[in-house]
């Protein structure tokens, strides 16, 4: 599976930015928020994401083809936390996998969104604790989301965080 990565993300496109995504990470960066890489990527992303100029953004910018950690594997996670010099409670992880993003991300107390889209948008959680707190389906409901939750975090150990 591994041998098959290049190949697969080439045929995908190799990468999706959404329109409007940009904007939201150039904001959320100029209030001072840490934005940070979790991604089980290939490690040239990064030089891809220069070229599309969101790179500058992020404070961490490693991901699994660069320090050989893939989700679901928690200390993925915890490499970022420690890298931004946060606290796992302070955290907000979006993806757009519950098993990948999702699970390990409530594993560690962190607040957890998932961004449903592409091939992944079918996953449904099996138990309340694969649960995200936020559900959301374009760049205008993340950025609503993560504003929710910098003012109000939600309760990370079972509800559903701020309505």
């Known amino acids: 599976l591994m041998d098959t990565v290049s190949q697969r993300n ?7 930015l959404r329109e409007g995504m940009p904007e939201l990470l150039a904001e959320l960066s100029d209030e001072g928020l840490l934005l940070g890489l979790a991604a089980n990527q290939p490690a040239d992303t990064v030089t891809k994401m220069e070229r599309l100029g969101i790179a500058q953004y992020f404070t961490y910018r ?20 420690e890298s931004l010099g946060v606290e796992q409670q302070e955290v907000i992880m979006i993806g757009d996998r519950i098993d990948n993003d999702i699970v390990p991300a409530r594993m560690l107390g962190m607040a957890a969104i998932r961004f449903i889209s592409g091939r992944h948008s079918e996953q449904q959680p099996r138990s309340w604790n694969e649960e995200p707190h936020a559900d959301v389906h374009s760049v205008q409901d993340l950025e609503n989301a993560i504003r929710r ?15």
């Not at 490693?62 to 936390?81: F, Q, T, Y």
């Open 10 to 16: 080439k045929s995908r496109g190799d990468f999706e």
């Open 62 to 81: 490693e991901v699994s083809g660069s320090i050989n950690l893939r989700k679901p594997d928690p200390r993925l996670l915890l490499h970022a936390c």
């Open 149 to 163: 939750f910098v003012v109000n975090p939600p309760n990370v150990y079972g509800d559903d965080g701020p309505e």
